[in-house]
């Protein structure tokens, strides 16, 4: 079995596909617009973006984004610091070499190894 895909819903679908874009790599797709867009991971996976006006995630949700080794977990958080973006420094976590931070689109990302 293997995962196709995975709606998630959002309170700006604009800002958070350029988000994962641009810090993740994804790819958006052709019908791209301000109430839903579509990407893809290069693996055959694809994230849907819907906007929503009152969305909350129960609190333990998030999406994880594996990365190869630790210096990339480094990587990403050095990038979304410079970014802007408020993320704790990576820590090693329940075995994983992580971090947590909420996206743009109002749900919990960790990117770890």
């Not at 333990?60 to 080794?69: D, E, I, L, R, S």
């Amino acid at each position: 079995m293997k995962l196709n895909h995975l709606n998630l819903t959002v309170t700006d679908v604009r800002a958070t596909r350029t988000f994962l874009e641009t810090y993740f790599g994804l790819r958006g797709q052709r019908k791209n617009n301000d109430h839903m867009a579509f990407l893809s991971d290069g693996n055959g996976t694809l994230i849907s973006l819907f906007r929503g006006e009152d969305v909350h995630y129960p609190e333990t949700f998030h999406v994880g984004f594996m990365q190869a080794n630790p210096e990339a977990v480094n990587e990403i958080n050095r990038r979304l610091r410079e970014g802007g973006y408020e993320v704790e420094p990576p820590s090693r976590q329940h075995g994983s070499w992580t971090f947590y931070f909420r996206s743009p689109g109002g749900f919990v990302i960790e990117v770890l190894c």
